[in-house]
């Protein structure tokens, strides 16, 4: 069965402070990676897409990276803003005989305070 | 640009009815996705359509149907609604068929409430 699984749960962290979440993946064949950001009671937003030959991609203060041997990746967030507090997820594609499947997990829930 | 907008934000019906939520994507966007979000099984994908023709297809009854038009707005119907399909309807648009490469913009939702 195609899961995704992220970790922690939940965070909370210092404002200006680094922090690393988590995301492994058991989608095969791969297609793509994709890291959200979702605000409390808004649609997700795109923070980073990436495909089986990319292993690191940056979008400003967000990092995120991928090892596609140990189906890992993993959202940096650089010098942490109040305004990063929200749910971050992470989505695998797959394609399958054709059909792409999409699988999301559950999320990891970060408040960064002041 | 406007962004993706989903009418009407809050919905409240009852066991038994039907509904439709309307989605209207980016202009110049030809796919549109849509994407249930609940508490405790966290986003799903629904169905994605492109160029009016549904191209892929996510694990749902049939009670779930939607269309496109030719204008690329996109319309989810729900039948015989159950207290289990209260959620956070999400529609996400994009200029190319959504998964692939493409980055998707999403809307704020329709919150749907089954009484």
């Known amino acids: 069965k195609n899961q995704v699984e992220q970790s922690p749960q939940s965070l909370i962290i210092l404002e200006g402070k680094n922090c690393t979440l988590q995301?492994?993946?058991?989608?095969?064949?791969?297609?793509?990676l994709r890291w959200y950001k979702q605000d409390t009671g808004r649609g997700p937003v795109s923070l980073t897409i990436?495909?089986?030959?990319?292993n690191t991609k940056s979008n400003g203060r967000y990092t995120a990276t991928l090892d596609a041997d140990t189906k890992q990746s993993s959202l940096h967030i650089t010098a942490s803003q109040l305004s990063d507090s929200a749910s971050y997820i992470c989505?695998?594609?797959?394609?399958?005989?054709?059909?792409?499947?999409?699988?999301f997990g559950t999320g990891t829930k970060l408040q960064v305070i002041p | 640009k406007a962004g993706v907008t989903q009418t009407p934000r809050y919905l409240i019906k009852t066991r038994g009815q039907q509904v439709t939520l309307s989605c209207s994507p980016i202009?110049?966007?030809?796919?549109v996705s849509w994407y249930q979000q609940t508490p405790g099984q966290g986003l799903q994908f629904l169905f994605e359509?492109?160029?009016?023709?549904?191209?892929n297809k996510g694990n749902f009854p049939g009670r779930f149907s939607g269309r496109q038009f030719s204008n690329s707005r996109s319309e989810m119907n729900v039948s015989t609604l159950e207290l289990g399909d209260s959620a956070l309807y999400l529609c996400?648009?994009?200029?190319?068929?959504?998964?692939?490469?493409?980055?998707?913009?999403f809307g704020d939702g329709t919150r749907l409430s089954i009484l």
């Open positions: 996400a648009s994009s200029p190319g068929l959504a998964l692939s490469n493409q980055p998707q913009h």
């Open positions: 995301c492994n993946y058991t989608v095969s064949p791969f297609s793509n």
């Open positions: 990436m495909t089986f030959s990319e």
């Open positions: 989505v695998v594609t797959n394609d399958s005989g054709g059909y792409q499947k999409v699988t």
């Open positions: 202009s110049g966007h030809r796919s």
């Open positions: 359509y492109f160029s009016e023709t549904q191209r």
